[in-house]
């Protein structure tokens, strides 16, 4: 077991902002699993987010790490959620090797009106609609999209079923967000995010035993269908169900304890930690390239007293440019 004096970055505690890749051999299974603060904190409290807003993007935030940090090239996976519930859009993205960007839009009404109706867990604030994955490799390649559907499920379940119906992998998700308040070095009292999650795969050298239920047949499907699980994903998930959400998001528990925790008498190997980064992708001379595709009427209507303002979405970062970097002007008759 690894000793509790030990600190974040030291052989056995990568710490918050490190993903842990991991394989338990008598389950058959691999994994990857992350406890995210100052990455999360740092893009959550840009917006101001209200909490239950926070919360569900700290776990889409979790999810895409998880999932982006396995790459095995040099491109983009998007993660992104388009519903009718009070938050109505969240995407979060992960370039590799190790950059992270979000952000959420909802409906302020429509939030208010949830939570004073006790309906504010994610599920009931995601609503109806879609889940989709977008992986890009970069130029002179074609983007791969899987898309699944929300309709009342967490994005736990809903990222389960994506991997069941794209990548026939059956797979356990466990994602959970934590607001944590404690004092700074002065003794002011500081409020701070943090998230955290678990993927679990099953990839038995046997591929016959990966069977799983059939995805519902669509109207009309009783849902009699037979099935028989595999008993060692079934220890697999009862384990990986077991991990609370207090454990996932602790900054003192560390990944590998949690781990150790969960698989041991199995037999739980990690390897080397992966980290991450708060990292946007715009800069002035991508957006310069934008705002060059516009059309002249286009650029004149988005001139503000005599400049032209672009703000990130992601990292709020504004840009401002002269018109005149995009208007020629006319010579006159």
């Given at each position: 077991?690894?000793?509790?004096?030990?600190?974040?970055?030291?052989?056995g505690?990568?710490?918050?902002?490190?993903?842990?890749?991991?394989?338990?051999?008598?389950?058959?299974?691999?994994?990857?699993?992350?406890?995210?603060?100052?990455?999360?904190?740092?893009?959550?409290?840009?917006?101001?987010?209200?909490?239950?807003?926070?919360?569900?993007?700290?776990?889409?935030i979790?999810?895409?790490?998880l999932?982006?940090?396995?790459?095995?090239?040099?491109?983009k996976?998007?993660?992104?959620?388009?519903?009718?519930?009070?938050?109505?859009?969240?995407?979060?993205?992960?370039?590799?090797?190790?950059?992270?960007?979000?952000?959420?839009?909802y409906?302020?009404?429509?939030l208010?009106?949830?939570?004073?109706?006790?309906k504010?867990?994610?599920?009931?604030?995601?609503g109806?609609g879609?889940?989709?994955?977008?992986?890009?490799?970069?130029?002179?390649?074609?983007?791969?999209?899987g898309?699944?559907?929300?309709?009342?499920?967490?994005?736990?379940?809903?990222?389960?079923?994506?991997?069941?119906?794209?990548?026939q992998?059956p797979?356990?998700?466990?994602?959970?967000?934590?607001?944590?308040?404690?004092?700074?070095?002065?003794?002011?009292?500081?409020?701070?995010?943090?998230?955290?999650?678990?993927?679990?795969?099953?990839?038995?050298?046997?591929?016959?035993?990966?069977?799983?239920?059939?995805?519902?047949g669509?109207?009309?499907?009783?849902?009699?269908?037979?099935?028989?699980?595999?008993?060692?994903?079934?220890?697999?998930?009862?384990l990986?169900?077991?991990?609370?959400?207090?454990?996932?998001?602790?900054?003192?528990?560390?990944?590998?304890?949690?781990?150790?925790?969960?698989f041991?008498?199995?037999?739980?190997?990690?390897?080397?930690?992966?980290?991450?980064?708060?990292?946007?992708?715009?800069?002035?001379?991508?957006?310069?390239?934008?705002?060059?595709?516009?059309?002249?009427?286009?650029?004149v209507?988005?001139?503000?007293?005599?400049?032209?303002?672009v703000?990130?979405?992601?990292?709020?970062?504004?840009?401002?440019?002269a018109?005149?970097?995009?208007?020629?002007?006319?010579?006159?008759?």
């Open positions: 077991m690894t000793p509790d004096t030990l600190h974040a970055g030291e052989p505690f990568a710490g918050d902002d490190h993903v842990v890749p991991f394989q338990v051999e008598g389950l058959d299974i691999r994994g990857r699993a992350v406890t995210l603060g100052p990455l999360t904190d740092a893009i959550l409290s840009r917006h101001q987010y209200p909490g239950p807003v926070a919360r569900l993007l700290s776990e889409t979790a999810l895409t790490v999932l982006g940090t396995s790459l095995k090239f040099e491109g996976l998007t993660v992104q959620t388009q519903s009718d519930g009070p938050v109505n859009f969240l995407v979060a993205d992960f370039a590799a090797p190790d950059g992270v960007r979000a952000y959420a839009r409906d302020d009404e429509a208010e009106q949830a939570v004073k109706a006790g504010a867990e994610p599920h009931e604030l995601l109806k879609i889940l989709a994955f977008t992986i890009d490799q970069g130029p002179n390649t074609h983007r791969y999209q898309i699944v559907q929300l309709d009342g499920e967490t994005l736990e379940e809903a990222a389960a079923a994506y991997f069941r119906q794209s990548e992998i797979t356990r998700v466990r994602l959970a967000s934590a607001e944590l308040f404690d004092r700074d070095e002065n003794g002011k009292l500081r409020h701070t995010y943090r998230a955290g999650g678990l993927v679990v795969q099953f990839l038995p050298e046997a591929p016959d035993r990966m069977r799983h239920r059939d995805l519902h669509g109207d009309g499907d009783d849902g009699s269908h037979s099935f028989e699980e595999d008993d060692t994903w079934a220890e697999a998930q009862m990986a169900s077991t991990a609370e959400a207090e454990e996932l998001t602790d900054p003192n528990l560390g990944v590998e304890r949690l781990l150790f925790r969960l041991h008498e199995r037999g739980v190997r990690v390897y080397d930690a992966q980290p991450v980064h708060d990292r946007c992708s715009c800069s002035e001379d991508r957006i310069r390239g934008v705002i060059s595709g516009f059309s002249a009427d286009e650029i209507s988005t001139i503000e007293d005599g400049e032209i303002r703000t990130c979405e992601f990292c709020s970062t504004q840009y401002r440019f018109p005149s970097e995009f208007i020629v002007p006319t010579e006159p008759n």
